[in-house]
């Protein structure tokens, strides 16, 4: 019987709950602390991701490339907003190795997504908050909030998590299922979002959904708003905030709360430089995230490792 090349090789296809496997949250954290070093000494290639609209605008084709020393990670993902039958996010992340180009495996694109921006905002909890959450507050009830609220239960299981949500009943039933007991996980309250440490907005809107007054020792994380015309967060926090951002490239031509504030981006720093560098503890800290191929690629460096881990 002939022995196949690796190119020749069936290429493995990870399911949602496969690829959430092989990318567990702690471990994710650590490989995107590495990538965000990287990334920032150009040891990454990661142009601005492209974005296609249908030709009724109802559906957006989004791809995003990005190129390291040891693999190249391509995701390409449809989103429809619409859609009933199928899910409103599906996609692919596809792995290939920068040696030769053979193709590798392909991680669930969704779930890679969700995943690994929700361990970019522990990545800044970690670098920009420096003491475990207690009070957190989320505002939003899809899928980047249920990721989010995951991720906090595994790294901070003791934080006291409370939820937001334009329609009452779907924060209910948000937090009945991750928390039956409602020992942690609770619909938010009058003087939740006071007591808050770390308040972490995860919707696609279009319209303002949290304008509290800038807060000294509050940390709050925009998720949603990954577009110019999309805003979560009001400019008055947004000015009066030491503003850091998970990419420097596609912040200026997508973070829609930054945009539409009309900040000065000299004065917006990338998470990276946090490292070495810490906020200033007498203001305010506004992390924005808007996506990036290199953090897809952070996901697949991860799973090649812990799959070259289960072979050996």
């Known amino acids: 019987m002939p022995v196949l090349r690796r190119s020749e090789a069936p290429m493995q296809i990870f399911t949602a709950g496969q690829t959430a496997h092989l990318l567990p949250i702690p ?14 000494a150009g040891g990454i290639l990661s142009p601005e991701r492209m974005v296609i609209d249908t030709a009724d605008a109802g559906g957006h084709l989004l791809c995003m490339p990005s190129i390291a020393g040891d693999i190249m990670a391509t995701k390409l993902i449809t989103i429809f907003h619409g859609n009933q039958a199928l899910p409103v996010i599906q996609g692919q992340v596809t792995c290939c190795d920068a040696r030769d180009g053979a193709f590798l495996f392909t991680l669930d694109g969704p779930e890679t997504t969700g995943r690994r921006t929700a361990a970019m905002s522990m990545l800044a909890i970690r670098l920009l908050h420096r003491a475990p959450p207690r009070h957190v507050l989320i505002v939003g009830t899809g899928t980047q909030a249920r990721g989010h609220i995951d991720a906090l239960r595994t790294l901070y299981p003791e934080a006291a998590i409370r939820v937001r949500g334009r329609k009452s009943p779907a924060v209910a039933a948000l937090c009945a299922t991750l928390d ?133």
């Not at 471990?27 to 920032?40: C, I, M, N, P, S």
């Not at 942690?184 to 979002?193: L, S, V, Y």
Request: some cysteine.
């Open 180 to 312: 039956p007991t409602g020992q942690h996980i609770r619909p938010e309250t009058p003087g939740d979002a006071e007591a808050a440490d770390i308040v972490i907005t995860t919707t696609s809107s279009h319209e303002i959904v949290y304008d509290a007054p800038p807060r000294t020792g509050r940390l709050v994380i925009g998720v949603g708003a990954y577009r110019p015309e999309m805003i979560e967060i009001g400019p008055n926090l947004v000015l009066n905030s030491q503003i850091f951002v998970d990419d420097p490239i596609g912040a200026p031509c997508e973070a829609g709360d930054l945009i539409q504030a009309g900040v000065d981006w000299r004065s917006v720093r990338p998470l990276a430089t946090a490292i070495d560098t810490p906020p200033s503890p007498d203001r305010p800290i506004l992390f924005k995230s808007v996506g990036c191929a290199a953090w897809d690629l952070a996901a697949c460096r991860l799973a090649r490792r812990r799959l070259t881990e289960s072979t050996e």
């Open 27 to 40: 471990e994710l954290v650590d490989t995107l602390r590495e990538v965000v070093q990287d990334y920032a």
